[in-house]
């Protein structure tokens, strides 16, 4: 199947003519009818007919030119759209149906793009042939034409191409013929002006060929390597898509292949029951299972809830125990309590009498202080008194007075020191 028939190629031909014949029609209504008469476009136009030929081609390729020009944003956009499904290894070939519906869902515009057209063509001849053999070739196949037919679109293009400047030059001779014809030596001088005249128009009429003609090649090559990416681009998407995708089957071996496949379905079917009869005593082996683990689940609750109440019972009399011990423990801390401030009642009664003994023993060491203050002022006074006697020769009445001085002091400090050492 081809991506392009020909009908469609005659089909846009067709249609570019006669945009061309309207963009001619225009062209020279805008020269014939507008300012552009006085211009150089009109000189290089409209001086012959040649160049209305020349013009008339250009229109009908430069038509042509924008038409595919259009379609290109077309193309690349369908590049980007996901048209198949993720692969995942080799896949069987009643799945290339499934492929050619998603194809053939997408919207008009899209399956009237090259690689809409290359898909289909593909998986067609996977579902029509029943197997993926030869499908290599096959996509091949498809690669090549599709190139053939994306060089053959561009005939037109070439066409004007290559007859332009054969034009130009048939209306430089033509107008060179015109102006050399029927003239003689004699009349040379007065006919120069024309003859000069037309071979002017003759060069204006290769100028504008050599214009259309380089304008054309420009097109064609812009535009075939612009659309030779685009359908190399589908060549990689096909590459990578669909070519190594589905199974490939032997035709020898089909027979077999039925035979084991009928063999499998029977086996199924044989598995299935046999799965769903086990699937039924798995179920009621299960269901009692569940039974019996519910009433062991029951046993173990009231298992657990008796061994609670204990637990319970046996917390409650550890804390009738625990508050007991702490009640007592409080009544004996308040009996050490009771001892101990006795004992310090005890203690600072006695430090009391300590203090009233210190006090005492101050008293006396002050009046201690005192007498000695006393005795040693006596003591001046007797050796005052010793020396006076020295002096005077009254040593035995001294002596007399010193005794009885001495047994006075005596009398005086013996109440004094009897407390003092009571005391001490």
Known sequence: MSPQSPTTRRHGMDFSFMLGVAATAGFYAMVFFTPLRNTMLYTYTTEHAVEYVIVALFCWGLMDVLMKVIAFPKESL?????WLPQRNGR????????????????????????VAKRLVAALSFVTEKGTADDYREHVQYLADLDDENSHASYGLIRFVAGVSPVLGFLGTVIHFGTALSGISFDDLVERLPGVVSEMGS??????????????????LFVCERIERGIVHAIDRLIERELLNRFEIKDPSILPFLSVVQSANQEALASIGATLKGQIEIWGRTLDALFQRFDQRQQHELQSWQAALDVLQQRHEA?????EERLHQSLV????????????????????????????????????IARGEGK???TQAVLSDNLRVIRETQQIDEALHGLTAAIHLLTTRHSVPGTRGAAAA
Request: glycine residues 2%; hydrophobic residues 45%; negative net charge.
């Open 202 to 219: 003759a060069f204006n009429t290769t100028t504008c060929a050599l214009a259309a003609a380089m304008t054309m090649m420009f097109a």
């Open 332 to 367: 004996m801390v308040d009996d050490k309590q009771e001892q101990h401030l006795s004992f310090i009642h005890t203690a600072v009664a006695k430090a009391v009498d300590v203090r009233n003994d210190f006090a005492g023993l101050a008293r006396s060491l002050e009046t």
């Open 78 to 82: 369908a590049l980007r759209q996901e």
């Open 91 to 114: 896949e069987p070939i009643e799945n290339a149906q499934a492929m050619l519906d998603r194809v053939r869902s997408q919207p008009q515009w899209m399956q009237d793009t090259k």
């Open 318 to 322: 550890y804390d009738n125990n625990l």
């Open 375 to 377: 005795l040693a002022e």
